[in-house]
Every structure is written in structure tokens, then in C-alpha cells.
């Protein structure tokens, strides 16, 4: 299916017919040949209705982990033969074992028609020069969205297999007008240009695209971006498992979830019913374009909140104010206050003077304990943050400064969270140590 403007702004029983059409064809071509599916909607006959699809069993990651454990090396979800399949990627696995995932021609076609509305939501066309800070491994990252830049006809810059210094280099000498990176790595190549003497806002750069963390939703994160790029921040969402979902228009409160190729819900993490506009809940996708690799009613474990579908860009679709929460698997409980790091990211990246920061959990007994370590020159910055932390989020936190540049940088991913309580627990013979010594070891 080919991405079509017309879908993004279509009154609601237009765009539920063109969903439950799309979905019954997916059931078609998948039923007679899956075996995943053929097991798990053992007796079920298209075409169905809406409310057949809401009595649907919901599907997470840990079933299609282990459906692949005990059929490797791709389980049963496959809908073709191997041989028939194009693309390989693999899920990062910070939070288990990493999932494989393979894509037929067609399905991997229909991978870059999404990655074609969230170019449209940012005004990127042909005529740009885009550059893809990004490894290239098997990690999905933008992969999609650096072959959907190349079907639509822009001038394609790779940035792979170079450091920092050359993709700063490159970006300027190329006349890059967009970049596709993560939040963080955005604001790494910032501190280095600055580093360097380099004015990125002096640079041709009118765009800049996320992935991989809720960073460009947050306020703070995108406001450091754009005021050091001189260029507009974009947000964008997707996952191995199941595409590219999600957008952000030219008014960059949120995310506009792609209903032209999915169908979105938000539902109570418990009872799994579908919550009201307004409230917080977990995000269940179904792809509609993707009959080789399919997933029906997949609980993505991100958090949302439902904002409707009203926006001053027109578009109809099911939008998220503040794009993802956060994961429902980061959610961290220090001392009964529930928080997740995005808040605690969104407070950090206020204050222009804090650089890197790391959090890391320790256990005192049967109590966990938050200490933030923070890029800084001034010690009372960090006694401030401290402050400010307790104020908003209702948390003591231990906000330790350390000096500029000792934390680590990331190209991929962030993985500012340490969880030190297990490496405590294992040094029986040593009872009291020191945070640095069980970083370092870590």
C-alpha cells in the first residue's frame, strides 16, 4: 500500500473501513500459511468485524521469544518459506534475549511507506540531503528509513563505519539539510562541534529525525537540539517487531500514530480494556502491511496517553501528547514513588550547564536508593538538581557531579540506567563498596 495523504486527515468511518478491509486481507494471506497464526486463531474465518478483532488474544514479545527458541532459528511466524525472505534484523536485546526477524520483499517495501509519513510529518522531500548517523548493524535503527530516503528519490549520505569527528565533517562539507540519529547522539555531536569550534546552527541542517528513545518528545531534549542545530526536531517512533507507528507533524506536541497502516489501541496494562482520551495506558498495534513477519494485537510495553484526534495540523488520526511515556519495563519504584527516566531526563536537560548524566540503583537493606550522576563543573548544581528532583517528582536522589566527558556516549540506544543491586548482593565478602568500584565492574 503506498502512502497516501488523503488516509492522514479521512473522517474516522472512512479510515475504520479502510483498516478492517486491510486486516481481513492480511488474515487471507496469512491464515492458510502461518503456523503461528493458524495455532493461535485456531477456527477463526474471515472476514471479521471490529468486534470480532477486539476479542482477539493480545500477543507480547515473550511468546514470539519463545516460539523462536523452540523453533529456531526464526519460530513459526513466518508466513513464506525462508527463501522468500530479503532482510534480516534483530531486536536490540537490552531487555532479554534479542528477537530475529526477517522481511520478504513486499513486507520490507511497506517498511519504508511508513518511514514516508514521518518524512511528510517533518517536510522532508526529494530535494533534501540526508544524512544517517547510524552503524548499520543488525539493529533495525534507520535502516527503513535510509532505503524509504532512497526510493523517494533524496540524496542519501551514510555515516556508518565513522567517528563523531568525520560525520561532523561530512555533514558540513555535503551540505547535509537533514540528519537521522537518536536524541542522544544528536547532543554528543553537539558537545563535540562545540569542542571543535564548529557552529552546527551555521550548517545547512533544517531537519533533524529521531529514534530509538522518547528524548525528541521531551520538551527540554528537543529544545538543546534545535537551539544547537538551528534546526527543527522531529520525533518518530517504531520497533523491530513491527514497524515504523509513529510520527510528529510541524506542531511537535506528540506523535500521530500511522492508522493508514495500523491499527492503534491504548489499553489498561491489566485489564487490557481500552482506556478513555486523556488517560495513560499501554500501546497494542496491529500491522496492516506486513503479512510476512505479521503481528495481531502485539502489546508494545510503550507507555502512552490518549490525546484524541484533534490537532491544529488537520490530521484525523489517533494522536499521543508527548509521543511515548516511557516503557512500562523502565518504570523504576524507589522508596514507593514510581518514576520513569524520561522524567528524570526532562529535568536534566533543563539546565543548559548539566552535561551526561547516569543513573544508577543501589539497595540498602530491603530499601533501593536512586543516585544520579551528573556531567558538571559547579558542585552546588548538582545540590540544585537535587532539589528540583525532590520538588517535581516527589524523590530523593543522591546527584553526585562529576567532571564533563567522564560518562559514556552512545550511538545507538542510551543506557544511562545502572542497576548496581545485584552486583551488591553478589560481594558477600566485601559488604561495603563503593558505587565507583561496582560501576567499574560492571
Known sequence: MAYCMALEYADRETLRSHQIGRLNQLLADVLPRNRFYAD?????????????????????????????????????????????????????????????????????????????????????????????????????????????????????IPGGNMDTARRLEAIREQQATVVLCTPTYALHMLEQARGQGIDLAASKVRVTIHAGEPGASIPSVRQRIEEGWGARCYDHAGATEVGAFGYMCECQAGLHLNEAEFIAEIVDPVSGRPVAEGEEGELVLTGLGRAGW???????????????????????????????????DDMLIIRGVNVYPSAIEAIVRERPELGEFRMLITRAGTLDALTLEVEVEAEPCAAQLAHTLYQRLNLRVVVTAVPPGTLPRWEQKARRLVDLRQAAAEQTDAPQVSLAALTAAR
Open 40 to 156: 493461535r486463531l485456531r477456527g477463526l474465518t474471515p472476514p471479521l468485524s471490529w468486534g470480532d478483532f477486539a476479542s482477539l488474544p493480545l500477543l507480547t514479545k515473550a511468546e514470539l521469544v519463545e516460539d523462536q527458541a523452540s523453533h529456531p532459528p526464526f519460530g513459526r511466524i513466518l508466513t513464506y518459506p525462508e527463501q522468500d525472505y530479503i532482510a534480516y534484523h534483530q531486536t536490540s536485546g537490552t531487555s532479554g534475549r534479542p528477537l530475529k526477524v526477517i522481511d520478504t520483499a513486499a513486507s520490507w517495501r511497506w517498511w519504508q511507506e511508513c518511514w514516508r509519513y514521518v518524512y511528510a510529518g517533518a517536510g522532508v522531500t526529494a530535494a533534501d540531503r540526508i544524512f544517517v548517523a547510524f552503524g548499520f548493524g543488525p539493529f533495525i535503527g534507520f535502516w527503513s528509513a535510509f532505503e524509504s530516503a532512497r526510493a523517494m528519490g533524496a540524496l542519501l
Open 294 to 328: 505479521p503481528v495481531i494485537r502485539y502489546r508494545t510495553r510503550d507507555r502512552v496517553r490518549h490525546g484524541g484526534r484533534a490537532c491544529a495540523c488537520g490530521r484525523t488520526t489517533l494522536f499521543l501528547p508527548g509521543g511515548i511515556l516511557g516503557r512500562a
